[in-house]
């Protein structure tokens, strides 16, 4: 069922960029200590789409407040396109996502509004189709899209204590689904239950150093060659051990 968070605000964080804070559930969209930063680290670059040729196909669990998105256009290389899919139970309001400038905030802010008035998928684009969004108002344990390959998957619900059912095996098995063979998942997580959620649905899973302050985040892949550049984590450790 689609809901709409009620008190959003948006706030700066460690890195002068924005990101919102839902002051009813407590939660920040993204690290307050720089959300670009995040974005950049965890999502854009860690999933290694610079080394791809474009067009780039994404998946994302959780539009929130359009960082990832409008950070991944800023990194296409010049006039390349984008095929950009977010998955999202409870969309903002447009207005709540007016710090990003230029056509990547527009097309945003464009899904979000027809997003609110039709209930429903919407599909969206910018510079003569160069840039698709397709906002998915489904929760992800729900989502399929027989013809989808993404080049990297950018898994970003809120935590695991905030929205455990985002997760789960299940959920991990949806990515798994929608992934080219080399494509890369990135997370800002570095749980162990996470981890292990993560080998349980079929993945390769590797740890790398986390941006700023934080100590660790997780990339998965089906293939161990594209996780190369990360340390490869044991899955008996994971799975039959009792890490
Ligand atoms: C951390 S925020 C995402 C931040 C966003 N990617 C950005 O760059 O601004 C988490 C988002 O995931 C959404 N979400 C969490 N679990 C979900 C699920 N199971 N299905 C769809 N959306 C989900 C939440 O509603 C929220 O908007």
Request: proline share 6%; glycine share 8%; with cysteine.
């Amino acid at each position: 069922m689609i809901h709409r968070p009620e008190l959003i605000d948006i706030v700066e964080t460690g890195d002068g960029s924005k990101t919102l804070h839902d002051r009813h559930r407590d939660l920040h969209y993204r690290s307050t200590h720089g959300a670009r930063q995040e974005s950049d680290h965890v999502f854009v670059r860690g999933t290694r789409l610079h080394e791809r040729e474009p067009p780039w196909t994404i998946l994302e669990l959780g539009f929130g407040a359009a960082v990832n998105f409008t950070g991944t256009v800023a990194a296409l290389p010049d006039g390349a396109a984008l095929n950009y899919h977010a998955v999202e139970h409870a969309p903002v309001y447009a207005e709540n996502v007016d710090f990003h400038p230029g056509p990547a905030g527009d097309v945003a802010r464009e899904a979000l509004k027809q997003a609110e008035r039709s209930g429903q998928t919407v599909h969206c684009s910018a510079d003569d189709g160069r840039i698709e969004l397709s906002l998915h108002l489904v929760d992800w344990s729900t989502f399929r899209h027989p013809e989808l390959r993404a080049d990297a998957v950018y898994f970003d619900p809120f935590g695991p204590r905030s929205d455990p059912n985002s997760w789960t095996v299940e959920c991990f098995e949806v990515a798994r689904d929608h992934m080219s063979p080399e494509a890369i998942l990135g997370t800002y997580s570095a749980a162990s239950d996470v981890k292990r959620a993560m080998f349980h649905a079929g993945f390769n899973v590797a740890s790398a150093p986390g941006p700023g302050h934080k100590r660790e985040v997780t990339f998965a892949s089906l293939s161990q060659e594209a996780l190369a550049p990360y340390d490869l984590l044991s899955r008996e450790r994971y799975v039959e051990g009792n890490e």
